[in-house]
């Protein structure tokens, strides 16, 4: 028995070294004719891109703290899951800070009996929040958060292990300023480019989220209130933070997913795939974004997909759909690979415009979407719209040539 031990042992560690060697020799032969190996190269086969119409747009709020975190005030879960209600909001994840809790958010926001809905999906959820930063935890499903909490201080590689054990989809906080997300962005699927109402802070966001896809890294941009503070009962109960809930709460922004159906798992992939746009709150206009790769008259990606260009033009659509679409003039910006390509204006019922260009053959490129134009009125936040200025919403990229396995 010990001989087949030792046999299959010399036979393994032989493998092992042979595979080495091909590896260095490889290495060198390419460093010695000047080949890079990671040149661009192309993509290949993508996978097919997902219907255009099997789905539903679903909108909520990603980013809202509870009295289960220590600084908020008058806002307890049953407050922000009746708001959500009345607003219309299809989906919520309460994200309260875990280290008010030594990470143990299963026995606290999640077992709190007011944690309940039978109109809104709830995600399963909580910020992550460390000395390097904050992230965005959700969730289709319960999960053991204890364990990413722990090894909140330990190495990229270490935190990379537990996420991908846990199964569970994290995002960037506020990736600039205050408490700015400082581990690997390898680490992400998405990254919060627009925290709170106040969307003039949100640059340096946006310039990393550009960093991010231009490098290859296709992460979805989602928004987040990062609201703290309710309505106070009583006078008596308020504190000198009340006043924000008058500009900033539920829904400011909003972040809309194309999801395959009405679950908590199908918003959860939709985020993931970045089918997602984000309007500044639940009544504005929702930004789509679409593609007709042919030329044909009908739209074949939307935004979040990834196509192989072609080498011949590519026709795009915006368009703004809601409600409450307010008289006036958008204007809309196309991003081209983090630089601006072009600005166009649109009004109406349903302000739209077509534009056309062709992505590169070989190397990366994608397109997004910014909309500016008039407010829209959030009654029951009476003080976003002055606070938001003139921000209406904006895309998530279409992308072609992007390695999935990136």
């Known amino acids: 028995m010990y001989k087949n ?3 299959n042992t010399s036979v393994n560690l032989f493998s092992i070294i042979l595979v080495a060697i091909l590896f260095i020799n490889s290495a060198v032969s390419a460093q010695s004719t000047g080949k890079n190996p990671w040149a661009i190269k192309d993509v290949g ?8 119409t099997k789905g539903f747009w679903l909108k909520g709020e990603l980013h809202i703290h509870s009295s289960h975190s220590k600084e908020s005030s008058n806002n307890s879960v049953a407050k922000i899951l009746a708001f959500s209600q009345s607003v219309g909001m299809d989906f919520i994840c309460i994200t309260d800070h875990d280290n008010h809790v030594d990470g143990d958010v299963a026995h606290n926001t999640w077992t709190d009996p007011e944690f309940k809905s039978d109109s809104v999906l709830l995600l399963y959820g909580a910020e992550w929040t460390t000395t390097r930063g904050h992230g965005n935890v959700f969730s289709a ?22 996420k991908r054990q846990l199964g569970i989809h994290l995002s960037a906080n506020h990736p600039s300023g205050k408490d700015n997300f400082g581990y690997s962005y390898d680490l992400v699927n998405s990254i919060e480019v627009w925290n709170s ?17 231009s490098s290859g890294r296709k ?41 395959k159906e009405r679950s908590s798992q199908a918003v959860i992939d939709a985020l993931t795939n970045g089918r997602v746009s984000i309007s500044s709150n639940p009544y504005a206009p929702r930004v789509e974004f679409y593609a007709d790769l042919n030329q044909d008259g009908t739209m074949d990606m939307m935004m979040g997909d990834n196509a192989k260009a072609t080498g011949k033009p590519v026709k795009f659509r915006v368009q703004l759909t809601g409600e409450h679409i307010p008289e006036g003039k958008f204007t809309i910006t196309v991003i081209k690979d983090g630089s601006k390509f072009g600005t166009f204006e649109a009004e109406g019922k349903m302000p739209m415009i077509d534009f056309t260009d062709t992505p ?29 200025g003139n921000m209406v919403g904006l895309s998530n990229p279409i992308c072609f040539n992007f390695d999935p396995n990136f």
Do not use: C
């Not at 086969?45 to 255009?52: A, D, E, G």
């Not at 109402?197 to 310039?207: D, T």
């Not at 109960?237 to 709460?249: E, F, I, M, V």
């Open 197 to 213: 109402v106040v969307w003039s802070k949100n640059a340096n966001a946006i310039m990393i989220w550009d960093d991010m896809l």
């Open 5 to 7: 031990v030792l046999k």
């Open 141 to 162: 499903k319960p999960y053991n958060h204890q364990l990413l909490y722990n090894v909140r201080d330990q190495r990229d590689t270490v935190i990379g292990r537990i």
């Open 360 to 388: 590169k053959m070989l190397g990366r490129s994608y397109y997004r979407v910014i909309v500016e134009g008039p407010g829209t009125p959030y009654p029951q936040v009476p003080g976003a719209m002055t606070v938001n």
């Open 45 to 52: 086969t993508l996978p097919p891109i997902s219907s255009l």
């Open 219 to 259: 992460l979805t941009g989602r928004g987040g209130s990062d609201a703290h503070h309710g309505t106070p009962d009583s006078p008596d109960k308020a504190t000198a933070n009340s006043g924000q809930r008058n500009a900033n709460y539920v829904g400011t922004p909003t972040t809309w997913v194309f999801a």
